[in-house]
């Protein structure tokens, strides 16, 4: 049966592609970013993971608000990615694994999720970024094969936090039940407290950002007491992307089984703040 390693959760900041292609890694303003992750880096080459399921939202790419599903699987062979109009370099295509996409299908629908079943998809920067940032020198050819999986934070009404983490559950059963002799890493991308418009432009909230993150450690379901506008009062519109975060952390089971490696926490970039955290699930 297939293993997962560990996850990882990490914000995905159209500006953090700019920042990459400029070559800003050393700058001041971008440098306490971009030194949280050479310690993910080293463990991803010790753990050598063959798949990643990246949980994230997609912002128009693939989807739009004339039809978004509120949770999507990508069934493809290859994952495109295309110029979303932020200016990123576009990156290599991403392989799929069919396999694995269609076996958490299955699962998924079976534990009454009804999923979005996507044989073409294109993915946007939240997908594409945190690979990046995960493997940086991986070039044309990304050393894992991917499952995407979308979750609505875009269009009203979004899926509860309690929701999603039922959803990293079962996503969570469902790959440990896949019959392969594969190690699998999930990782949850998005976040933390952010709002791009309105009257609270450029809101953070450092202190639930990182009581947030602690909970993730201490108790992984803490943020389910919350409703979608408890969350956004205490995250900002965008903060919601959270989800993605209790998805990934869900999916790699209870405290007892899961270890935190590595965390860091950043304000702010890009009037975001942004937060990166390791997990290894113990054997």
Same mark, same amino acid.
């Given at each position: ?8 959760v990490t ?38 993971? !063959? ?25 493809a062979p ?50 594409t970024l ?44 469902? %790959? ?37 993150? !602690? ?39 209870? %405290?007892?089984? %899961? ?25």
């Amino acid at each position: 049966m297939a293993k997962i390693v560990g996850g990882i959760v990490t914000s995905h900041v159209p500006a953090i592609g700019r920042a990459i292609a400029g070559g800003l890694q050393e700058d001041a303003y971008w440098k306490p970013f971009f030194d949280g992750f050479p310690p993910v880096q080293k463990w991803l080459d010790e753990v050598k993971p !063959d798949v990643a399921v990246v949980i994230y939202n997609d912002h128009g790419l693939n989807f739009f608000l004339d039809k978004m599903p509120t949770f999507s699987v990508g069934a493809a062979p290859a994952y495109q990615n295309a110029d979303e109009g932020w200016g990123i370099p576009t990156l290599p295509s991403f392989p799929g694994d069919l396999d694995l996409s269609w076996h958490l299908i299955e699962a998924l629908v079976e534990k009454e999720f009804d999923i979005t079943t996507c044989q073409e998809m294109l993915v946007d920067h939240a997908f594409t970024l945190p690979m990046k940032l995960l493997w940086p020198k991986a070039g044309d050819n990304w050393p894992v094969r991917t499952v995407p999986v979308c979750i609505n934070t875009v269009q009203h009404p979004l899926p509860s936090a309690k929701r999603c983490f039922k959803l990293g559950q079962a996503i969570g059963e469902a %790959v440990r039940s896949w019959d392969a002799d594969a190690r699998v890493v999930i990782i949850g991308t998005g976040g933390l407290s952010h709002q791009l418009d309105g009257e609270r432009a450029g809101f953070i909230n450092k202190e639930f950002d990182l009581q947030f993150m !602690d909970s993730l450690v201490t108790d992984p379901a803490w943020s389910t007491q919350y409703s979608i506008e408890d969350l956004v009062e205490k995250t900002g519109t965008q903060g919601i992307e959270l989800l993605m975060w209790i998805a990934a952390r869900a999916s790699l089971g209870s %405290v007892e089984q %899961v270890k935190m490696l590595h965390s860091n926490y950043h304000i702010p970039i890009s009037n975001t703040a942004a937060g990166l955290m390791v997990f290894e699930n113990i054997d």
